[in-house]
């Protein structure tokens, strides 16, 4: 469990601490993930470009006088069949990531909005419903995590 949440007073109970906790955990999953499509996203683009590059200067150019000369150099280059499959599975790769990203997203925000509706029941007393706004601001500061509002 994280230092700061292991930390909250007394007036959090340790389930509402387990629940921070996991929160805490999806954030960092969702991120991650964000973060891994990005760069596979990158990684796609940048071969794509390689890869038209390659086309263009290895078979248009050679061959532009002649559409038929310009087919055949095509699907009788050696590696353009490689190079091609691999671009469908980088793309594919990416389609694969951002739904593994959005899952994570959906998870994320589903606890936070839990908490954000469960936040009379959790804090229900006097003394610690007014102090939860501390461990909003805590959540928010420390880790990026907004639950004064159900919006992002």
Avoid at 53 to 63: F, K, M, Q, S, T
Avoid at 117 to 145: A, P, Q, T, Y
């Amino acid at each position: 469990m994280e230092e700061v949440i292991k930390n909250l007073e007394d007036w959090t109970d340790p389930a509402t601490k387990q629940m921070l906790q996991n929160l805490v955990e999806r954030k960092r999953k969702y991120d991650r993930l964000k973060s891994q499509h990005q760069l596979i996203l990158f990684v796609a683009v940048s071969f794509s470009c390689f890869y038209f590059y390659y086309v263009y200067r290895l078979i248009y150019l050679p061959h532009f006088h002649s559409v038929t000369a310009l087919f055949s150099a095509f699907f009788d280059d050696r590696y353009n069949p490689f190079f091609f499959f691999a671009l469908l599975a980088v793309y594919g790769l990416t389609g694969i990531w951002k739904r593994k990203a959005d899952e994570a997203e959906e998870e994320f925000e589903a606890l936070r909005r839990e908490i954000i509706d469960k936040s009379k029941d959790l804090w229900d007393d006097g003394g610690s419903w007014k102090k939860r706004h501390i461990v909003f601001e805590i959540m928010k500061n420390h880790f990026d995590i907004n639950l004064y509002h159900e919006n992002k």
